[in-house]
Antibody, heavy 120, light 107 residues
């Protein structure tokens, strides 16, 4: 079945780095744009980054621009988020999400999320 | 960035009620508006895309309308499983933004 599975979360000190992965299955990964969305504990949803199906375009939220890098390996059906210079306010559940089949930039498939905690 | 404002922030209703949640954009976003449902500890679920298109598998009691800056999500007859938090999201801009959420609680 169509599935996204995130991994790589954990506890990291402020200023540290972490790389998240999102393994896709059940659909043609290389045909869809992919996003990262996060949710701080008890808070709402915040879009983080987008990468086009072929990796040719990438967009970031201002809050992570210059610190986070989204990438993908279509041969491995995997999406990544490299997070550097982490701050306490980056503490959140991080979800990967697939672009809607219509291309509407709606997120029709979500992973289960991976928790990132930035704390000393 | 385009700001998305939902109202109300929370809402109490009973099973069988008709419920409407509103989302307003800080500028026109045409019909680039999507709605999600999230239950505690779970990932969000897409309900409505492009303002009024029902996502496959979503019950027909959910509907969306609007264009420009003002949008609504309507649940025609609340079911017990509908008590959750709802978010709107604009995809007009490459900088995607969500509303702050509307928590729908049982009265």
């Amino acid at each position: 079945q169509v599935q996204l599975v995130e991994s790589g979360g954990g506890v990291v000190q402020p200023g540290g780095s972490l790389r998240l992965s999102c393994a896709a299955s059940g659909f043609t990964f290389s045909s869809y744009g992919m996003h990262w969305v996060r949710q701080a504990p008890g808070k709402g949803l915040e879009w983080v980054a987008f990468i086009r199906y072929d990796g040719s375009n990438k967009y970031y939220a201002d809050s992570v621009k210059g610190r986070f890098t989204i990438s993908r390996d279509n041969s491995k059906n995997t999406l990544y988020l490299q997070m550097n210079s982490l701050r306490a306010e980056d503490t959140a559940v991080y979800y990967c999400a697939k672009d809607h089949v219509s291309g509407a930039d709606a997120f029709d498939i979500w992973g289960q999320g991976t928790m990132v905690t930035v704390s000393s | 960035d385009i700001q998305m404002t939902q109202s109300p922030s929370s809402l109490s209703a009973s099973v069988g009620d008709r419920v409407t949640i509103t989302c307003r954009a800080s500028q026109s976003i045409s019909s680039y508006l999507n709605w999600y449902q999230q239950k505690p500890g779970k990932a969000p679920k897409l309900l409505i895309y492009a303002a009024s298109s029902l996502q496959s598998g979503v019950p027909s009691r959910f509907s969306g309308s609007g264009s420009g800056t003002d949008f609504t999500l309507t649940i025609s007859s609340l079911q017990p499983e509908d008590f959750a938090t709802y978010y709107c999201q604009q995809s007009y801009s490459t900088s995607i933004t969500f509303g702050q959420g509307t928590r729908l609680e049982i009265k």
